[in-house]
């Protein structure tokens, strides 16, 4: 299942002016998600669409928008919201649309702890900008904190990036025949590590253990505040397996620390089988973004928008897709923020079906 390719028609992402389409957009994400997880899927289903790059504008030199930029990340350093927050940092001095960039780390629940935080001290600052995406949403899903992503103000998704579960070189478990063997048997001391409560890989974990037709109220997960701390969980024995991004777990399982059993694609990916050609019902994909503050005027929201962009396309930045694996995934307007809320009421349908608990 692949939660951020949900349908949606021009209607459906245009704001409504009563509660008629938004009460529309809720039904058609709690039926899209019941669905996948109800019913069985079929094998033969097409493979889901690459995510779309967005088309290039014309050439020229980018319009500076601040000798100084502050990119907030509200996770720890290292892992994958930290990656993309400097890649971008990078190429928006590159592009020529900052002078420099200065970076905050604030790890802890999801990024909710870092989304307050921003929304407090950032929320009417021109020159501030905050990295969310997936795991955010789903954290705001299981927590239900007091300041969620209505708080801030979205600009634009980024990537899309998909999730490998792996285990370590020693493990009896080396394919998803075995990892179902697995969890059937003796799911409570199956234990999977990853990122934080609620997020993508809580979700794919859940997923997985529901497609194994094993008690999703059983599964014991131990979340961490980035992909180097669930390595180093899973070199230690206090994981069995790990679900995070490909880039985080690369040097692992290059150096053969680390054994991959899938990739959360529907198709092979990274020289990796996905779980589906394993015959697991099972796919997501990630997705991350940037945001700035609710207060942050139209104008000033658009010309960072502008930059933001024009960053995306500088070569800088597309080196990092490249040594990420990252699929550029742009999305912005109105297409962006119907997108957000239909993952919203997504988020919470998976984390009440998957029995999902912080």
Not at 185 to 197: K, P, R, T
Not at 198 to 221: C, I, N, S, W
Request: charged letters at 20%; hydrophobic letters at 45%.
């Amino acid at each position: 299942m692949r939660l951020p390719s949900f349908s949606q028609t021009a209607a459906d992402a245009t704001p409504a002016a009563d509660g008629t389409r938004q009460n529309r957009r809720q039904m058609l994400a709690q039926g899209a998600a019941l669905a996948m997880l109800c019913s069985p899927l079929a094998h033969a289903a097409p493979p889901a669409a690459a995510p779309a790059a967005h088309a290039p504008r014309a050439a020229g030199s980018a319009q500076r928008v601040a000798t100084s930029l502050r990119i907030v990340i509200p996770a720890n350093a290292g892992g994958g919201w930290d990656q993309t927050g400097r890649a971008l940092g990078a190429a928006l001095v590159a592009s020529g649309a900052a002078e420099r960039v200065e970076y905050e780390n604030v790890g802890g629940k999801g990024g909710t702890i870092g989304l307050a935080q921003f929304a407090e001290r950032h929320g009417k600052d021109p020159d501030a900008l905050l990295i969310g995406g997936m795991v955010m949403v789903g954290a705001v899903a299981l927590q239900k904190p007091a300041v969620n992503m209505s708080h801030v103000q979205p600009i634009a998704r980024l990537t899309s990036d998909y999730l490998v579960v792996a285990v370590p070189a020693d493990s009896p478990i080396r394919n998803a025949k075995d990892l179902v063997a697995a969890l059937r048997s003796d799911l409570a001391h199956q234990s999977f590590a990853g990122g934080s409560a609620g997020g993508v890989d809580h979700m794919f974990a859940g997923l997985l253990t529901r497609a194994a037709k094993a008690a999703p109220e059983q599964l014991v997960y131990k979340p961490f505040p980035g992909g180097a701390q669930v390595v180093e969980a899973l070199l230690k024995g206090d994981a069995r397996m790990g679900v995070s991004g490909y880039s985080e777990f690369s040097e692992a399982l290059a150096s053969g620390k680390l054994r991959a059993i899938g990739v959360s694609s529907r198709r092979s990916l990274f020289g990796l089988p996905s779980f589906r050609e394993q015959g697991l019902d099972a796919d997501m994909a990630n997705w991350r973004a940037v945001f700035t503050g609710k207060q942050v005027s139209a104008a000033r929201a658009q010309a960072l928008l502008g930059a933001v962009e024009q960053a995306t396309q500088h070569e800088s930045w597309q080196r990092a897709l490249r040594q990420n694996r990252w699929e550029p995934s742009w999305q912005a307007g109105r297409d962006f923020n119907g997108f957000l809320e239909l993952e919203h009421t997504t988020a919470s349908v998976m984390t009440y079906l998957l029995k999902l608990k912080s």
